[in-house]
């Protein structure tokens, strides 16, 4: 099972509001990772999480405040977001990647619209 | 900075011709190269490279890496409509001690277009 699930497909905001999305692997991947893609872009990397613990931060602006209760789950949270924010967000998760080299799968994102 | 440079940016191809798509690469301390096929939504796991000369094989898919000259190779045997997605290469940088920052740089893209 290479499968990496996230939630919702599809959310539209408002400046004003809060929302969070969800990742979630059942692989027993160790790291987890949240990317940015823009359409016709390469998706671009946002948020790394190893062993739970938050070890890269792409200087992303603090509206977006990732969270990985476990090792199963990513979430983040939206605050206060702008019309630029408006992307796919997509989640994807790899084994230790203290371990050696491993692909890094991804979900199938969540379509976010500003507005 | 990491850089990775995909040609063509786009190609249109009949169904049963074979393409080549190139992806190039600047890194410091490289670790793998990756190549992932995005349809509607998610990329989703082709190959990982990490040594020269050696191809990696999948059906009518194969890629091969060159260290030396810094490039890597996709091709794509027979294609077939379903084979029309975007094809994006990304390379892994090591961090310090040879273990994995996970960053992945990815590339433009190709975009592949197979006509009936």
């Known amino acids: 099972d290479t499968e990496v699930t996230q939630t919702p497909k599809h959310l539209v905001m408002g400046m004003t509001n809060k929302k969070s999305l969800k990742c979630e692997q059942h692989?027993?991947?160790?790291?987890m990772y949240w990317y940015k893609q823009k359409a016709k872009k390469p998706p671009e990397l946002m948020f790394v999480y190893s062993y739970e613990k938050l070890s890269i931060n792409e200087s992303v602006p603090s509206r977006f405040s990732p969270e990985c209760p476990n090792s199963s789950l990513l979430n983040l949270h939206l605050h206060a977001l702008q019309p630029e924010d408006s992307a796919l967000y997509l989640c994807?998760?790899?084994?230790?990647?203290?371990?050696?080299?491993?692909?890094?799968?991804f979900g199938p994102g969540t379509r976010l619209t500003v507005t | 900075e990491d850089k990775v440079v995909q040609s063509p940016l786009s190609l249109v191809v009949h169904e049963g011709d074979t393409v080549t798509l190139n992806c190039s690469y600047e890194?410091?301390?490289?670790?793998?190269l990756l190549w992932y096929k995005q349809e509607k939504k998610a990329p989703t796991f082709l190959f990982m490279l990490?040594?020269?000369?050696i191809e990696k094989k999948s059906g009518r898919l194969s890629s091969i890496l060159d260290k030396k000259e810094l490039f890597s190779i996709l091709n794509i045997t027979a294609t077939q409509t379903g084979d029309s997605a975007i094809y994006l290469c990304a390379v892994e940088a090591s961090g310090a001690g040879g273990t994995s920052y996970g960053k992945l740089t990815f590339g433009q893209g190709t975009i592949l277009t197979v006509h009936p």
């Open positions: 994807a998760s790899s084994q230790d990647r203290l371990a050696g080299v491993s692909e890094q799968y």
């Open positions: 890194v410091t301390n490289f670790r793998s």
């Open positions: 990490t040594s020269s000369g």
């Open positions: 692989m027993g991947h160790r790291a």
